[in-house]
């Protein structure tokens, strides 16, 4: 079928006529240029005219104007004059837009392949400005956090309640759920261990003390990642795309005062207290374990727990689940700040905040861990 | 599908392309427009005026099928849109181009990336050919060679240009077009004003314009609705120039003259 689209005859003034045939719509087959011009070329001498001869043409879109815009050039490389007046006049009209515009020059990209070398130095640049942009951004959060109390930073407290309230009494459900079950699964994990040297009582010890030293700061620091500092990071990249940063810029508002402090502040503020109620979440857990499977009376295992955290047990997860506070709330300003202004940029910052905040919760949960042990804390 | 009738546009234009019957639009209890009555006919460049929040991208938004109006129904022609079966609404959406007010590009996609989208999803194409067809699409709005700029490294008339290449894309029957001229200079947009003329020519598309330009209204219109704000109805229709020399309403003329006539 494919040579029924057109018809190629020589006429006898050294000119040639194409004859368009039948349907050249993009869902049709039509003659490929390749077997087109090798038709074309089967003449000795090249013609010095083309014409065209469109009365048995039928439907046409896109794809007639792909092999126009392609004859043209050939053409025009050949030094063939081509009268397009047997096209429809629609075709003529889209042909004359298509090559109106000249292709302006060096608007094209070149891809190049860089050298090893070039793409280990500007990944290590890449790195260097990293660290710049965060220890900078550091910096200007402290002297941000210094104008607050000298009661020169403005921001409106509106916001500061909403964030307090979204970052607060928002996400006691979800950190009450996960610290139950995790507080459960420590519970069955100790019962089954300790069962076997009758020790049953001891699994509210463990209990007790791993939620409170660690579990507890941990596991709500990892859900405000995720609940919080991502949807931090997604607020301020969407609105560095919409320009609204620039803006406040402009106007002389800090976007570090007005955007990031009330924010960092509510997560500060908010997550030793979800720590705390995690805490107790996570002893509950054990507690129904220790009850239901161990047949550890309420009160005992209630007073053992008492005899087994000290005040200085659940201080420890604070300071913990404070420094855990500043990291997750840094990382998603910090990424929401520095996004681009597209929205798979807004999708990289949220990730990677993500991915910052728990990389840096878990560093630091390591090494708290080892200075209070050595400490003897 | 373009096809050969369309080089006699003259013929065909008058069947009704578009009809808009009874048609009330609202956001759930708030109330945007009532009693729409209006036909959009084949080869037209169809002009919905008036002033600042009246509805008219709301109406530009049901006409493309976003929303379903609360009362009444709009006829593509002579089958209503919400009664289709939803592949039988996907195939006529993918007869339509939108333009959207401020381009709506995909940020994250270059530009030859965002024309070839809804070619490789609707169409068989080999990979050469959809390139071949962006390359086309773009030198179609003066574009040559910008392919593999993303939206945001290039200027706002570029972006709306770009922006009507990705409508282009798949010969859609019917471009809809929402402030083309909005946020372009005086030059920009009466170059933009041309293009639409000189595609509704060759690609014998039927055209719907949302704009409160005078200056595009008159050179390019040619069938037109009035939305008013206060009445919440259509208050006139017709060719926009004959409106200006014929209409009476005060509200119609006040806006047709740049407030110079009319009421009050």
């Known amino acids: 079928m494919q040579s029924q689209s057109l018809a190629i005859s020589y006429l006898t003034d050294n000119s040639v006529e194409i004859s368009l045939l039948g349907d050249w719509c993009l869902t049709c087959e039509v003659v490929t240029w390749q077997s087109f011009q090798a038709q074309f070329e089967q003449y000795p001498e090249p013609p010095e005219k083309i014409d065209f001869v469109s009365s048995d043409l039928e439907n046409w879109d896109s794809k007639l104007l792909l092999f126009l815009v392609k004859l043209d050039a050939y053409a025009q490389s050949r030094h063939i004059h081509v009268n397009w007046d047997g096209l429809p006049d629609g075709a003529k009209g889209l042909l004359r837009l298509a090559t109106e515009v000249p292709e302006r020059s060096g608007a094209r990209r070149r891809t190049r392949t860089r050298s090893l070398v070039y793409r280990l130095g500007t990944w290590a640049m890449g790195g260097v400005e990293e660290l710049t942009g965060l220890a900078t951004f550091l910096g200007e959060w402290l002297l941000s956090i210094g104008r607050f109390f000298t009661g020169r930073a403005s921001f409106r407290w509106v916001d500061f309640n909403r964030f307090l309230q979204s970052a607060g009494a928002g996400a006691l459900p979800i950190v009450g759920v996960i610290s139950l079950l995790v507080g459960a699964v420590l519970g069955f994990v100790g019962a089954v261990q300790l069962q076997m040297f009758g020790a049953q009582i001891y699994v509210a010890d463990l209990v007790g003390l791993g939620v409170v030293r660690e579990m507890g700061a941990m596991m709500t620091a990892i859900i405000m990642a995720g609940r919080t500092g991502s949807a931090y990071a997604a607020q301020l990249g969407t609105m560095q795309v919409n320009e609204e940063i620039d803006a406040l810029r402009t106007m002389g508002i800090s976007p570090m005062d007005f955007l990031v402090l009330p924010r960092t502040l509510a997560l500060i503020l908010m997550l030793p207290l979800l720590c705390l109620w995690s805490d107790a979440l996570g002893i509950l857990g054990g507690l129904l374990v220790g009850i239901s499977v161990l047949d550890i009376a309420l009160l005992e295992y209630l007073q053992q727990t008492k005899e087994a955290i000290s005040l200085s047990d659940i201080a420890t997860g604070l300071i913990k689940s404070l420094i855990f506070a500043v990291v997750v709330s840094l990382a998603g300003c910090l990424r929401g700040l520095q996004s681009g202004r597209n929205s798979a940029a807004v999708g990289n910052a949220t990730t990677s905040a993500m991915v910052t905040a728990i990389l840096l919760i878990v560093i630091w949960d390591a090494l708290t861990t080892i200075i209070f042990n050595r400490l003897g804390i | ?264």
């Not at chain 2, 938004?61 to 709009?74: D, Y």
């Not at chain 2, 070839?116 to 194409?125: G, K, Q, R, V």
């Not at chain 2, 920009?188 to 005078?214: C, F, N, P, Q």
């Open chain 2, 1 to 264: 599908m373009a096809n050969a009738a369309q080089v006699e546009i003259g013929n065909r234009s008058g069947l009704a392309h578009i009809e808009v019957r009874g048609m009330t639009m609202a956001y759930g209890d708030f109330l945007i427009q009532k009693d729409l009555n209006f036909t959009i006919n084949q080869g037209d460049i169809f002009i919905i005026m008036g002033g600042s929040g009246c509805g008219k991208s709301t109406l530009l938004r049901h006409l493309v099928g976003l929303h379903p109006p609360a009362v009444g129904e709009v006829l593509y022609q002579g089958s209503s849109f919400w009664q289709l079966a939803p592949n039988e609404r996907n195939a006529l959406m993918r007869r339509m181009g939108v333009l959207y007010q401020s381009g709506a590009l995909w940020t994250a996609m270059t530009l030859a990336e965002n024309i070839a989208l809804p070619l490789e999803e609707y169409t068989s194409l080999m990979p050469a050919e959809v390139n071949e067809l962006v390359s086309y699409k773009l030198s179609l709005v003066g574009l040559k060679g910008f392919e593999d700029y993303y939206p945001s490294e290039i200027s706002g008339g570029m972006q709306k240009r770009a922006a009507l290449a990705r409508a282009m894309a798949l010969d859609p029957e019917t471009l809809f077009f929402d402030e083309p001229s909005a946020g372009l200079d005086p030059v920009s947009a009466h170059l933009l004003d041309d293009l639409i003329l000189e595609l509704r020519d060759s690609l014998g598309a039927t055209i719907v314009i949302v704009t409160h330009e005078l200056a595009s209204i008159f050179a390019v219109g040619n069938n037109s609705v009035f939305l008013d704000a206060a009445s919440k109805t259509m208050i006139a229709e017709g060719d926009p120039k004959r409106l200006l020399a014929e209409t009476d309403n005060p509200i119609v003329r006040k806006f047709l003259t740049r407030g110079e006539e009319g009421y009050p």
